[in-house]
């Protein structure tokens, strides 16, 4: 009983997430986050499972790709719907790409959450495709942020400058290009500002 208190207890950070959400976008931060004390809530359009998927410019010149290639990657469990959940409740936002954020972004609740987080200047980190999300919620005006080439203009045409670097740290949007560029101090600053909103227990 004493465990399940510590764990409503954390401070909890947001992960919405969809069919074809990128497995790597979303795994690597989700255990990181964890790592320091903060409990992740994956959330969906519905609460439930959903395929994520791996994306990736194969390496071999021989067979070259000029887009991403597409395949079957984990499965990842929503435990909360969009609808149902409290933006207030969450000390920060992690916006993942994949194809995901193309289908998502023309839901009203996500988009009622992400203003959420810019309106109240909690720390929103947001990689490659997760772009989609923060523009359609119009968060992206004035702003500045990175994320991979080929969602430039979803920056540009939203009123935010694109700036071809692999972090950019504008306030408290904090963002990458791929998941290739979790290297930088993208996961550092994200933790660094959500301690500032909420300090997991014992800090």
């Not at 964890?34 to 994520?52: L, Q, W």
């Not at 979790?182 to 500002?193: G, L, N, R, S, W």
Request: glycine share 8%; proline share 7%; net charge negative.
């Amino acid at each position: 009983m004493a465990a399940d208190r510590d764990k409503k207890a954390q401070p909890r950070v947001l992960m919405p997430v969809g069919d074809a959400t990128e497995v790597v976008d979303t795994l690597y931060p989700f255990f990181r986050l964890a790592e320091e004390g903060y409990k992740v809530v994956v959330c969906g359009p519905e609460a439930r499972m959903y395929h994520m998927v791996t994306h990736e410019i194969p390496p071999d010149s021989n067979i070259p790709w000029d887009i991403t290639q597409e395949r079957p990657g984990y499965h990842i469990k929503a435990e909360a719907a969009f609808r149902d959940v409290d933006p207030a409740e969450y000390a920060g936002l992690f916006v993942s790409g994949g194809r995901a954020p193309e289908y998502l972004r023309y839901d009203k609740d996500l988009i009622r959450i992400t203003k959420h987080f810019f309106e109240t200047n909690k720390p929103v980190a947001v990689v490659c495709h997760g772009v989609e999300i923060v523009a359609a919620a119009g968060a992206l005006n004035g702003r500045k942020m990175t994320t991979v080439k080929k969602c430039a203009l979803d920056v540009t045409q939203f009123g935010g400058t694109f700036i071809n670097e692999p972090c950019v740290v504008d306030g408290n949007l904090i963002s990458a290009g791929t998941w290739h560029d979790y290297d930088t101090p993208f996961m550092k600053v994200f933790i660094e500002q959500l301690r500032k909103v909420a300090a997991p227990k014992g800090e």
